[in-house]
């Protein structure tokens, strides 16, 4: 009697758990339709994309799902990966649609559907990009893992370099970089994107963005002198090349500082010569300024220390 009963509970839970479960005599297996493909790829393909189309997404994600596990090499794949990163955007799910559309990508190289995968994947790139970055207690999630962007342009340019979204992915990995403060990355993601991509449109704003990268990566004393004269170099001859665009006045204004910096190393050279009482070599430095600088602060400091210095002898 015990045993009976034990097994009509087992019997009704099953059926309330899984009450559609049918037996196939193809298979010889007892299958349920909820977790199982119909009968042709086609058929699948309908069904998953009549409930994209009805804003079931949820359903929709499931019927994809189905088809890619039971059909994996039929036409209507391609398709189906691609759609079920179309529907995570939907599920608000944006760095999992990167994936499912990076496997259109990896997986279906021929598809018709490759430039809108690499569209929307360069979009949620940008989406991460401008999406802020919360931080507690001064410390953010990204100090710990990489950054999503910084994933999603690298996989853009490394798996389509000669795609219309690689250079200005380039680009935004740079500019991703400096976001996270990463400036020796950033100088070389904009340094790629003014060699590899010369004839694109960006190539000019990262002839710019490279000279800020410079300038940042060396922002203390023990900056080499050289690299901030070559971001200076640089600021000036996209200035030069481009005076009409708009990204010249700030260019402009971060020249004059880093103007500013060099004229402030060389000062702190001359002081160091003065206080050690080399003054000839002080007033080289000092000369320096005078001849070159005058447009920022320390041409007044280097004039005033050259008078003080004016008469005195290496002995005093």
């Not at 499931?62 to 691609?82: G, I, M, R």
């Not at 050690?276 to 320096?288: C, D, G």
Request: aromatic share 16%; charged share 30%; proline share 4%.
């Amino acid at each position: 009697m015990i045993k009976f009963i034990l097994l009509a509970i087992f019997t009704f839970v099953c059926l309330e758990a899984y009450p559609f479960w049918i037996w196939s005599p193809k298979t010889q297996k007892w299958k349920n339709p909820e977790y199982s493909a119909l009968a042709t790829p086609t058929l699948q393909y309908k069904e998953a994309i009549k409930f994209f189309k009805e804003g079931d997404f949820k359903r929709a994600y499931k019927e994809f799902k189905k088809l890619l596990a039971n059909y994996p090499d039929s036409k209507e794949a391609a398709e189906a990966q691609y759609y079920l990163g179309r529907t995570l955007e939907s599920l608000d799910k944006p760095f999992e649609a990167f994936l499912a559309f990076q496997k259109v990508v990896q997986s279906y190289p021929n598809s018709k559907r490759i430039n809108e995968a690499i569209e929307r994947e360069y979009n949620i790139g940008e989406y991460f990009l401008n999406k802020e970055n919360k931080k507690i207690l001064g410390i953010s999630l990204y100090d710990f893992v990489d950054h999503p962007s910084v994933q999603i342009f690298q996989s853009i340019v490394e798996e389509t370099p000669y795609s219309k979204y690689a250079a200005r992915a380039q680009y935004k990995l740079g500019v991703m970089f400096l976001q996270l403060s990463r400036f020796k990355e950033a100088r070389k993601a904009f340094q790629k994107v003014i060699e590899d991509y010369s004839d694109s449109r960006w190539a000019t704003p990262a002839k710019y963005q490279l000279a800020l990268a410079t300038a940042q990566a060396f922002p203390g004393a023990d900056y080499d002198s050289s690299d901030l004269k070559r971001a200076t170099q640089r600021l000036d001859e996209f200035i030069q090349e481009h005076p009409e665009a708009e990204i010249s006045e700030k260019a402009k204004e971060q020249l004059a500082q880093l103007r500013t910096r060099e004229a402030e190393k060389i000062f702190e050279t001359a002081l160091f010569y003065k206080k050690q009482k080399h003054y000839q070599s002080a007033k080289i430095y000092l000369e320096k300024i005078i001849n070159n600088y005058s447009d920022t602060s320390y041409y007044q400091k280097a004039k005033k220390m050259a008078d003080q210095l004016e008469g005195l002898s290496e002995s005093e």
